[in-house]
């Protein structure tokens, strides 16, 4: 049976605000998994699984066992740069967000999708992998690292065009994936990206030599999350 995911696209936000939202969904969530009740057809005690696509202004985010070292910043610097950093709650290192960027927030019920974590991860590179290889590039993974990446067997070409960093509580999951498309990759100069000091970033635009059309980006990820986890779209 499909699972039953709400597709929610809010545009370009503030990220307290979308963490603040993502962690009123995951609580919904959570309580649901408490009931008792039968089970319906949008998830457990009919409760769907939500999707977020968002953009968010310039931000640096720090992952709950990263350095703040691998931030090359310092607060009046980042005010220069009209960006703010957050610690969070998410696994991974240093990541960057910004304009022209797809954020992807999955809050899903791993149980309702009979996955585990790391099995979910994989699915989450996997849907980018085949995305860009619409656009003719090959994305591959990097041992040791998660995430997307371009050339990863060869240090001196290595770029990562997708950031991955997830929660999961009671197999409950938020945050995600952050995907490159028409990102200001100078932002990244300003951090040692994923607490990476010797490996680059990139982007849809960097590799294929023109700006790219953002929506039909966003169009080809969700339908290959869709196919990877058997979602079921509900308004």
Request: charged content about 30%; aromatic content about 12%.
């Amino acid at each position: 049976m499909s699972y039953c995911v709400e597709y929610k696209d809010i545009g370009l936000k503030d990220y307290k605000e979308v963490w603040d939202y993502q962690e009123s969904l995951f609580k919904q969530l959570l309580e649901s998994k408490k009931g008792t009740e039968q089970e319906g057809p949008e998830g457990r005690n009919g409760v769907p699984g939500f999707l977020i696509f968002v953009e968010h202004p310039h931000v640096y985010t720090l992952g709950k066992s990263g350095s703040e070292s691998n931030l090359l910043l310092d607060y009046i610097q980042l005010r220069a740069k009209d960006a703010s950093f957050y610690r969070t709650d998410r696994g991974g290192d240093i990541t960057y967000h910004g304009p022209g960027q797809i954020v992807g927030y999955p809050i899903f019920d791993l149980g309702r999708l009979g996955k585990g974590v790391r099995e979910y991860v994989s699915g989450l590179e996997e849907a980018v992998i085949r995305t860009i290889g619409d656009y003719g590039l090959r994305g591959e993974r990097l041992e040791g690292g998660t995430g997307v990446w371009l050339d990863p067997c060869l240090p001196e070409k290595a770029r990562k065009i997708c950031a991955i960093g997830v929660k999961a509580s009671r197999f409950i999951t938020m945050h995600g994936f952050a995907f490159n498309v028409n990102t200001d990759l100078t932002y990244f100069e300003h951090i040692n990206p994923c607490g990476f000091k010797d490996k680059g970033v990139t982007s849809l635009q960097k590799e294929l030599g023109i700006r790219q059309d953002f929506e039909k980006a966003k169009e080809i990820v969700k339908g290959h999350l869709q196919e990877l986890f058997d979602l079921e779209w509900i308004n």
